[in-house]
């Protein structure tokens, strides 16, 4: 595999996108038609419901679940002059802009009609998370036409060279919208920034004749399917071939490039091998890797990743790694290489909400120093915007990241049934004890003096075996008599009693 090169799958039940790095996946996308993403799309939205105690509302869209839409995220109002790009993505700020606002039920009403973009899609019990204020991306820049700031991207570094975009956005902005140069437009020239302001005020223009034509709730604007979300948004020079094993979609790859990015159209290539691409290229194996809870290190230190529903906590251990002369060099390599596998898990995963990760803890200053600086330079490949805190004592450090969808664990699999997501079950001797107290209890409720006792084998043979003279200390006391039957298809913690005669249930 090359470096920085972009693998595309398409099959009928969804498209993959694989960004390989210094071959290794450092990204993948994954997209199913059941649970497509809505980030983008524009819709005329209702107002279901007005929550004042929150300042928030809930907004119909015709996707299922509501959207919601938080009082920050509504244009036009008192205050939202003092507004902030927050990944793109203009709101009012969170204190004085927030504090200026008027509140969400003096500016909606049930029933009301609404335009709103979708900026989250729906996560878990929660419903999409929606904005006011509208944004139409293209290649170059990204067109807001509820504000009228002018912006460029902080990653473009040469004050000359934003200085130079500013200048140009001013020139060819259209009257009252405001407009943000994206990383893809440095050094792009003035024709190229006009041409995309231009295709994006007709997008604008036909947006608000659908919302004014509309009677109910209705879709406006669909942004682009994954793959070419995906070419818009992050496809640059450092992409040094983009493999597609699906005919159309490499035409639709080549149509989109001719138009918003020729130079890169040549390094797009079809796939058609009879071996599957992934499987070829190792990206199978290396999605497979990217769902285990641990991660092994090059010197033989690895690290855990434990998801919860409010944070991911990840451990670094040195494992059979025993280094050379000193601990705290063997800490210290052990800590690094943990930062930089770290930063790609937390990307490749696309790990969001707060993350807490436990280093080795280090005694020399200049150490934690360094490990920082590593963990924050391995961190600038990621897109999605985070914070970082600094070392703690303890060796711990505390970031988020920002999440938009479902982590790659959740978007591919789902909770143990047999656990039920808890990665933990009961032990044999504590289900064992726990159902010689239900029997207990039910002696003490009914007279049926023979019952059948089925569960699962572990624990038929803990009742038949060690623990057999417990169950029959109760039956002698109670003077009943109980079959224990072992049962292949109970889970473990799970048991029924039968009455003998009939083996009808008893409510245990």
Known sequence: MKNNSLYVNVTPMEIRIALVEEHRLAELVVEREENRSLVGNIYRGRIDAILPGIQAAFVDIGEGKNGFLYVSDIAGTEGTGDIELVDGVPRARTKAGRARQQPIESMLKRDQYIMVQVVKDSLGTKGPRLTNFITLPGRYVVLMPTVKTIGVSHKIESSRERDRIKKVLREIRPAGLGLIGRTACEGTSEEALREDVAFLSRAWEEVKRKYERAQQVALLREDLGPILRYMRDRLSEEHEQIIIDDEFSYEKVLSFLEQFAPKLRRRVKLYRDREPLFEKEGIEEEIAKALRRTVPLKSGGYIC????????????????????????????????????????????????????????????????????????????????KY??????????????????????VKTLSQPCPYCEGSGMVRSVTTVTFDLLRRLQSLFCRTREPHVILQAHPDVARRLQGENAEHLNRLCAAFDRQVTVEPLDGLHIQEWRVLKARSRQSLNC
Do not use: C
């Not at 914070?387 to 790659?408: C, D, P, W």
């Open 305 to 384: 990743i434990d998801q919860t529903e409010a944070l991911v906590a990840i451990d670094v251990n040195t494992g059979r790694f025993t280094g050379r002369k000193h601990l705290e060099e063997t800490v210290l390599q052990t800590n690094l290489e943990a930062a930089e596998e770290i930063a790609r898990q937390v990307r490749l995963r696309d790990m969001g909400g707060i993350i807490v990760i436990d280093f080795i803890d280090m005694e020399i200053a200049q150490n934690r120093r360094k490990l920082l600086e590593t963990f924050t330079e391995a961190l600038k490949r990621d897109h999605a």
């Open 387 to 408: 914070t970082l805190s600094e070392i703690s004592e303890l060796g711990m450090v505390e970031m988020t990241r920002k999440r938009v969808k479902h982590n790659l």
